[in-house]
């Protein structure tokens, strides 16, 4: 069965928390509220029937991973040398009104991640706001700190991406699920002051954003497909359409070309950039989601949620040369900076994969959630990893 939302986009129920607006995974938040207390106390949902046990286990590069957690209203730190756990963060979550104590209110769903430097941004769908903290000033002793600064922007922001000079945020407000467009913007977030700076109201949801190389141009995918934004003026200067309900974008190294995954035709789009029309068609497993480029640009792979599998395609011939088998309905992907490793993030199973990219081998797997054990990520999910190459304190 398929659940259609506003816009046109038609998507599995594997999706819903995470696609186009998050008005399930702001429901979780809601219901978790209620009935958790955050920590090790914690008391956790029943385990899923498509569940599967893990315990941490790899061995990788020095540095750290920070994975989004929706489904927990926090971030998991992790060292990234042996997965594991160092402490889960909460994130964005106000205070509880009228009861005397310092007691939060766990009311934020951290959809998006991104990481400039060692500063964090997190898009906290369940409080409109964009979350600010710096990660080497995170503590083990306490899973509150450090202080965040909270910047209110859109409805529902849903994904974000920072500039390549490190200036600005872009965040994707996608508006409420309820038939109003014009509540669907970009928000432009200036780094120096932790401020919005300029909006771009759109006629439909933003999804997800990329930036060219030299940070000039903007893509944004939407049901409507491609909008190319100039960054300068912020304003669109082109939409290429027909691009069947995209999602994930990213850009070549060297600004040429734009990859976009075509959801409703199971395929990779290769756009040229220049001439802004597709070149080719890239065929890949079902609902392909968030894609990684590896860093000399000849890699992409991509997460086929629905075919539980990563595609690995060549961007020299533009086809896919193997696929990756991840139960669990892999969502994120993400490279380490080495280029090493690509970590797959599980929807449904709270598991994140670890595989070497030499030869595409199973060389760990985690729970994402508090502690780690097998089980601990039943209820969250790891919608976004980034990585530092710095180990997290605590580490």
């Known amino acids: ?7 046109g986009r038609r998507i599995t129920p594997a999706r819903a928390a995470i696609a186009g607006g998050t008005a399930v995974a702001v429901a979780t938040a809601v219901t978790l509220s209620l009935t958790l207390t955050h920590g090790a106390a914690a008391a956790k949902p029943a385990k899923p029937a498509n569940a599967r046990l893990s315990a941490s286990s790899c061995t990788g590069p020095t540095g750290a991973a920070y994975i989004a957690l929706p489904g927990y209203q926090a971030f998991d730190a992790v060292n990234s040398a042996n997965c594991a756990l160092v402490q889960q963060y909460n994130v964005a979550d106000s205070l509880t009104p009228n009861t005397g104590t310092t007691d939060v209110s766990y009311d934020s769903t951290d959809e998006g991640v991104a990481m400039y430097g060692s500063t964090l941004y997190f898009a906290d769908t369940g409080n ?9 000033a995170l503590s083990v002793k306490n899973y509150e ?13 849903d994904s974000l991406a920072v500039t390549p000079d490190g200036s600005q945020v872009w965040v994707a407000d996608t508006g409420p699920q309820t038939g109003l467009p014009a509540l669907a913007d970009l928000k ?9 700076t300029k909006t771009l109201n759109l006629p439909t949801e933003p999804r997800q954003i990329a930036f060219s190389p030299s940070g000039s141009t903007a893509y944004v995918t939407t049901s409507l497909g491609l909008y190319v934004i100039n960054t300068a003026t912020v304003r669109v200067t082109g939409l290429i359409p027909g691009l069947g309900d995209p999602e994930g974008v990213t850009v070549s ?8 995954t075509n959801t409703a035709r199971n395929q990779v789009d290769v756009i040229n950039a220049a001439a802004r029309w597709v070149t080719r068609a890239i ?4 609902m392909p989601w968030q894609m990684a480029l590896s860093a000399n640009g000849s890699t992409l792979y991509v997460a086929d949620g629905d075919s539980n599998a990563v595609s690995v395609i060549s961007t020299a011939t533009d086809q896919v040369t193997s696929t990756i088998s991840d139960a669990g309905d892999p969502v994120s992907v993400a490279l380490t900076p080495d280029g090493s490793e690509l970590w797959v993030g599980g929807l449904t199973s709270g598991i994140v994969s670890v595989f070497d990219t030499s030869n595409g081998a199973l060389v760990g797997t985690f729970n994402v959630g508090y502690g780690g ?14 990585f530092s190459s710095t180990p997290t304190p605590g580490s």
Do not use: C, F, H
Not at 128 to 136: F, G, H
Not at 377 to 383: H, N
């Open 145 to 157: 700190e450090p202080a965040e600064t909270l910047i209110p922007v859109g409805v529902n922001p």
């Open 1 to 7: 069965m398929n659940l259609g939302i506003p816009g």
């Open 253 to 260: 190294r060297d600004g040429k070309t734009v990859y976009v």
């Open 373 to 386: 054990e097998a089980n601990a990520g039943d209820g969250e999910e790891p919608t976004g990893i980034v």
């Open 188 to 196: 432009v977030i200036s780094t120096a002051s932790d401020t919005v």
């Open 128 to 136: 409109d706001t964009v979350a600010v903290l710096n990660s080497a």
């Open 283 to 286: 065929g890949v497993g079902q």
